[in-house]
T-cell receptor
Framework: DTGVSQNPRHKITKRGQNVTFRCDPI?????LYWYRQTLGQGPEFLTY????????KSRLLSDRFSAERPKGSFSTLEIQRTEQGDSAMYLC?????????????FGPGTRLTVL | DQQVKQNSPSLSVQEGRISILNCDYT??????FLWYKKYPAEGPTFLIS?????DKNEDGRFTVFLNKSAKHLSLHIVPSQPGDSAVYFC???????????FGKGTKLSVIP
C-alpha cells in the first residue's frame, strides 16, 4: 500500500498526559499537512510542511501542540498536557508540488480520546 | 465565519438516480475546489477537483460544476450506487495559502 499511513489508529489517554502521533506520507510527496476533525465538522487545518520546513500554522495550533518533519519524510504531531477538548480525529495528508495547485491525499487518521 | 458551506446535512437518493450535492463559498480568493468522500473511521478520499478557470470537470460518474459569479459549486453523481453512501465534503483553497478549508459535509444515502 503506497498511501498515507498514520499510527496509531486509536489513542486513549488521561487528561494531562502527552501523546505523539506519526504520519508517513506518500513517498514522493514533498508537502505534508495536519488537520483535526471533530464530530459534525469538516477537517480543520493545523499546519503544513514543505520538505522539512514548517511553512504555515493555524491559530488552532496552541503552544501545547508541536509538529516536526525532521528529514522531510515522516512527521510527528505531539500534544502536551492533553485536555478533553483535544479529543478528535487527527488527519495527515500529503501532496506533490506540481503546478499552481496540487491535490491532498489523506491518511486514515488517528482517533484521540482524552478521558 | 464559515467560508465554505454545505447547507444540506443529508440527502437520500434512489439507486440509479442522480445525486446533486451543493456547496457555497464566500472567499473570492479561492481558486481550487475539491470534493472528498468519507466513510466512518476512515480518512477523506479524494474524488474530483476543479480549478477556477473552468466551469465543469468530469470523471466517470462524477461531474463538478463551478459557478464563480454565484460562488457555488455542485457535485453530480450519475447513476448513484449504494456504495456511494458516505459523507461528502467540499473543500477550497487559494488566497495565498495551501491549506484546505472544508464544509461540514453532506451525508448521502443511496437507497437500493
Amino acid at each position: 500500500d503506497t498511501g498515507v499511513s498514520q499510527n496509531p489508529r486509536h489513542k486513549i489517554t488521561k487528561r494531562g498526559q502527552n501523546v505523539t502521533f506519526r504520519c508517513d506520507p506518500i513517498s514522493e510527496h514533498n508537502r505534508l499537512y495536519w488537520y483535526r476533525q471533530t464530530l459534525g465538522q469538516g477537517p480543520e487545518f493545523l499546519t503544513y510542511f514543505q520538505n522539512e520546513a514548517q511553512l504555515e500554522k493555524s491559530r488552532l495550533l496552541s503552544d501545547r501542540f508541536s509538529a516536526e518533519r525532521p528529514k522531510g519524510s515522516f512527521s510527528t504531531l505531539e500534544i502536551q498536557r492533553t485536555e478533553q477538548g483535544d479529543s478528535a480525529m487527527y488527519l495527515c495528508a500529503s501532496s506533490l508540488v506540481s503546478g499552481v495547485r496540487s491535490t491532498q491525499y489523506f491518511g486514515p487518521g488517528t482517533r484521540l480520546t482524552v478521558l | 465565519d464559515q467560508q465554505v458551506k454545505q447547507n444540506s446535512p443529508s440527502l437520500s437518493v434512489q439507486e440509479g438516480r442522480i445525486s446533486i450535492l451543493n456547496c457555497d463559498y464566500t472567499n473570492s480568493m479561492f481558486d481550487y475546489f475539491l470534493w472528498y468522500k468519507k466513510y466512518p473511521a476512515e480518512g477523506p478520499t479524494f474524488l474530483i477537483s476543479i480549478s477556477s478557470i473552468k466551469d465543469k470537470n468530469e470523471d466517470g460518474r462524477f461531474t463538478v460544476f463551478l459557478n464563480k459569479s454565484a460562488k457555488h459549486l455542485s457535485l453530480h453523481i450519475v447513476p448513484s450506487q449504494p456504495g456511494d453512501s458516505a459523507v461528502y465534503f467540499c473543500a477550497a483553497t487559494g488566497a495565498g495559502s495551501y491549506q484546505l478549508t472544508f464544509g461540514k459535509g453532506t451525508k448521502l444515502s443511496v437507497i437500493p
